[in-house]
């Protein structure tokens, strides 16, 4: 079946389960909630595109009257996120990350060294998932990367309206969280580092009630293979004066297909004071997302991170001449004693081809010198 006339079918569908239950909750709003509206919801949320199909080929009959359900809030938000998947987004990787990152405040700033028409190029083909159960539903909206940085974009719609109401204005968040590779050869690096990020889910309209937009970020140098990561996430909650609240105990798993990609590398062996001790820039990769740098130190050497973090001053100097400092990045650092690993990630994806030079410790690193 062509994707723009199944998209019809599942709205028409979701629109008159919607319109009915309406009709009924106008008439006798204080009723609660019945069995069969109960089991029609579970349908909805295990498998949404079997229960489209169904309504859709049901014959047409007269109204019953039913017992209705106080659950409005839940079944609005299920009904967009089904239809806006369908018909909004059209699970087309890279899509939904090229349009948040052009409508950030960052565009302007980074200009022409911004590029995001590549991330069309970085983009899942394999999105979609879906892991759900009656408190929350989490869906796979979007996913690049680009070598050695990747992005999941996961959207959160909590429907336990009683876990709603007890989160109040506080973000959810999850008291676990693990990003790991579930494909590759045995003796693949893994996870490097990985984070999440929280925000309101937007629609056209401001933020939409009682959905949220989870943003996974993974640096790892064996994203340059690819494959497929898996997402688990434990216990929903928000933290509050006495520390971590469980609202919802349980757990969720999502995988992510990432595409491979590739990076580029220089390799300057320049030294830099940083912390007191010596360090020698070993080697420097630069993709669209992120530029990680690795440095050898010396045996025995006293480490204090902060120290490190403090001196080390980092910026790019693209062909036009705008510089990207430390004001339009995130920087993190880890290591050890003998080794350090240094990354950036971009306010914005840039376009590789247009770097000059990297400056490190006061010296310039030419690209062409690659």
Same mark, same amino acid.
């Given at each position: 079946?062509? !994707? ?14 919607l319109r009915q239950d309406m009709e ?13 509206? @109960? ?54 990787? !890279? ?28 983009? +899942? ?58 494909? !590759?050869?045995?003796?693949?690096? !893994? ?25 996974? +970020?993974? +640096? ?9 990561? /898996? ?30 990609? @590739? ?28 530029? /990680?740098?690795?440095f050898r130190g010396p045996e025995a ?70």
């Amino acid at each position: 079946m062509d !994707g723009p006339i199944f998209d019809a079918m599942l709205k028409t569908a979701l629109e008159e389960a919607l319109r009915q239950d309406m009709e009924e909750l106008e008439k006798t709003p204080e009723i609660r909630q019945s069995r069969r509206q @109960k089991r029609r919801m579970r349908q909805m949320l295990a498998d949404p595109w079997s229960y489209a199909r169904r309504q859709a080929a049901a014959p047409e009959k007269a109204p019953a009257r039913r017992r209705n359900p106080a659950r409005w809030a839940a079944v609005v938000v299920v009904a967009a996120l089904l239809t806006g998947t369908a018909a909004g987004y059209a699970l087309r990787g !890279g899509d939904f990350f090229q349009r948040m990152f052009d409508a950030s405040p960052w565009a302007a700033r980074y200009g022409g060294a911004a590029d995001t028409e590549q991330l069309l190029d970085m983009g +899942s083909d394999a999105l979609g998932a879906v892991a759900a159960d009656e408190t929350l539903r989490l869906e796979l909206v979007d996913a690049v990367s680009d070598g050695q940085f990747a992005m999941a974009a996961v959207r959160l719609t909590v429907l336990d309206q009683t876990v709603l109401e007890e989160m109040g204005m506080d973000f959810p968040q999850f008291l676990e969280t693990d990003i790991s590779k579930v494909s !590759g050869d045995p003796g693949d690096e !893994g996870i490097k580092s990985y984070g999440v990020s929280v925000r309101p889910w937007r629609d056209k309209t401001g933020p939409a009630e009682g959905q949220y937009l989870l943003v996974f +970020s993974i +640096s790892s140098r064996d994203l340059s293979d690819g494959g497929v990561y /898996r997402i688990d996430l434990q216990d929903l909650g928000v933290f509050g004066e006495d520390g971590y609240q469980v609202l919802s105990p349980g757990t969720w798993a999502m995988e992510v297909s990432l595409r491979p990609g @590739k990076a580029a590398a220089l390799y300057p062996e320049i030294a830099c004071e940083l912390g007191g001790a010596d360090w020698v820039l070993e080697k420097l990769t630069c993709s669209a997302l992120a530029l /990680r740098m690795e440095f050898r130190g010396p045996e025995a050497a006293e480490v204090s991170f902060r120290d490190m973090d403090m001196g080390l001053d980092i910026s790019l100097r693209m062909r036009d001449g705008r510089i990207i400092g430390k004001e339009d990045y995130v920087r993190g650092i880890s290591g050890s004693p003998e080794h350090m690993d240094v990354t950036l990630e971009f306010q914005m994806p840039i376009n590789v081809e247009e770097i000059e030079s990297v400056t490190v410790c006061g010296q310039e690193i030419f690209f062409e010198e690659s």
